[in-house]
């Protein structure tokens, strides 16, 4: 299990980020306040708050091909 943060600023990144998601086998939540949806939903990560901060968790320790395909999204 690993959890970080990312911001996603625009409708592209929301797009990108989604492919990005769908190309691994594992499953990827995005939790924002109380909300919790998966990361392969378009729809989803559209009904969050997207002018903060949304927490990623990932249900595998083997992740590093993600890590760093997702690094351009990743914020402090």
Do not use: W
């Amino acid at each position: 299990m690993k959890d970080f943060n990312i911001m996603l600023h625009s409708i592209n990144d929301v797009k990108n980020f989604v492919n990005l998601v769908n190309r691994f086998d594992f499953d990827v939540d995005l939790a924002s306040g109380r909300y919790v949806v998966d990361a392969k939903s378009i729809m989803g990560i559209f009904s969050l708050d997207l002018s903060k901060p949304i927490k990623v968790q990932i249900s595998t320790n083997d992740c590093e091909e993600f890590m760093k395909e997702v690094k351009p999204f990743i914020v402090e």
